[in-house]
């Protein structure tokens, strides 16, 4: 069982003017400078996309989308002004409906709590520099791994070394603890403190930006039907990262040899590790090279 909220505007006469669909459909005429091509992305008639804007732009009054004529790329459509601004507060206000009504469920139907630690710590020696914060399909790889996990869990933070990566992170709302500190160790261990009381807590890459979120939502999902196993991701029986370790681990993971993660304790007690399996190597794949970020970005 899950909340699920959805966001729906209506005009004065009762009738939906805006959601979910129509904001998906603003997003990719940004992304693709068509309403047209918009509308075959979503597999949608453009008569229907077109339909949708109208309806909404009389109900706000005032422009969402804005053509351009001819011009060397044969013109297209934009979004306004004020229509990038409504898209943005919808945007807002929707994710803040969502992170609220998930807290009220917690609330009153308390069950499994989930923290999440983003290992963004590495120092990107072979790669030639932060890794972290290298583009990938035009954003720094480590927006990868917080877009896989938002949303997912009930507290989550990354644990960076790194100026940059948190000042980024930052600026998106998501908590960061700063260190210095060396070890590999060091990272769970400040991460773990910074969830705080939480049932169980998921260590996720920041390095791997094929990982999806559905991935991430399927290892949750798991962890709460059986809380007390660790479970990590696989592909073809060969275990690998993210991670999620039930409460019991804690004081190990807090207490892990210098230079070590939390995989030593997996090896440790191999009876209670359970995989998830993914269908994509690829998936689990670090970047640790300037060669191998170039092979995920073009698959």
């Known amino acids: 069982m899950k909340p699920v909220t959805k966001i729906q505007f209506f005009d004065e006469n009762g009738e939906k003017f805006f959601g979910e669909g129509p904001c998906r459909l603003l997003e990719k005429v940004e992304e693709t400078g068509s309403l047209r091509c918009a509308a075959a992305s979503m597999e949608m008639a ?7 804007v109208k309806q909404a732009e009389k109900a706000l009054g005032f422009p969402l989308t804005q053509r351009s004529v001819g011009g060397r790329d044969g013109g297209g459509s934009s979004l306004t002004p004020e229509g990038r601004a409504f898209l943005m507060q919808y945007e ?103 969830v705080g ?32 196993f660790i479970w990590r991701t696989a592909f073809e029986d060969q275990p690998g990262a993210p991670i999620l370790f039930p409460k019991w681990a804690f004081p190990e993971l807090l207490t892990l040899p210098e230079g070590k993660g939390g995989g030593i304790l997996a090896k440790e007690y191999p009876e209670r590790v359970r995989l998830h399996p993914v269908r994509d190597k690829f998936e689990l794949v670090d970047v640790d090279t300037q060669e191998t970020l170039r092979e995920l970005a073009e698959r």
């Open 46 to 52: 453009y008569s229907k996309a077109l339909k949708l």
């Open 197 to 228: 009381n939480v049932d169980g807590c998921l260590f996720c890459p920041g390095d791997q930006p094929l990982l999806r979120k559905e991935t991430i939502e399927a290892l949750v999902n798991a962890w709460k039907r059986e809380p007390d």
């Open 92 to 194: 807002a206000y929707r994710d803040a409906c969502i992170q609220t009504n998930r807290e009220l469920y917690a609330q009153y139907f308390p069950g499994k709590t989930v923290g999440c630690v983003i290992m963004a710590s590495g120092m990107g020696k072979r790669f030639g520099g932060n890794k972290l914060m290298a583009d990938f399909g035009g954003q720094p790889m480590i927006a990868r791994s917080l877009a896989a996990t938002e949303g997912l869990v009930d507290r989550r933070v990354v644990v960076t070394r790194h100026e940059d990566v948190a000042a980024y992170c930052r600026e998106r709302e998501v908590e960061v603890v700063l260190h210095s500190l060396p070890n590999r160790n060091d990272t769970v261990r400040l991460g773990l403190e910074a």
